[in-house]
Nanobody
Framework: QVQLVESGGGSVQAGGSLRLSCATS????????MGWFRQSPGKEREFVAG????????NIGESVKGRVTVSRDNAENSVSLQMNSLKPDDTAVYYC????????????????????WGHGTLVTVSS
């Protein structure tokens, strides 16, 4: 079956950096666009970043633009999220998600367009 497993979360002080990774299995990774979302208590799930299945296109959420980059390694079936200059407002559970993509360069920003989800990894940023 399809599995997405996030790692790299943890506690960090404001201004610090974290790199999240998502390892996938059970799917043909290069056929899937990938996304990162986050959710904190009482808030809706928020788009953080997305990358097309061929890695040529990315989209970064407004709240993290300039501080986050997303990348993928189709040979390793993984996607990563590099987060810098972290703020307390970045505290959330971060999820990776996969969507089968017919168009190689498409990036998807709506969480309801994704088919598979990981269980999430917690990021806590203290001031």
């Amino acid at each position: 079956q399809v599995q997405l497993v996030e790692s790299g979360g943890g506690s960090v002080q404001a201004g610090g950096s974290l790199r999240l990774s998502c390892a996938t299995s059970g799917l043909t990774f290069s056929d899937y666009a990938m996304g990162w979302f986050r959710q904190s208590p009482g808030k809706e799930r928020e788009f953080v970043a997305g990358i097309s299945r061929n890695g040529d296109s990315t989209n970064i959420g407004e709240s993290v633009k300039g501080r986050v980059t997303v990348s993928r390694d189709n040979a390793e079936n993984s996607v990563s999220l590099q987060m810098n200059s972290l703020k307390p407002d970045d505290t959330a559970v971060y999820y990776c998600a996969a969507r089968y993509s017919y168009v190689a360069s498409n990036v998807h920003v709506r969480y309801d367009m994704y088919e598979y989800w990981g269980h999430g990894t917690l990021v806590t940023v203290s001031s």
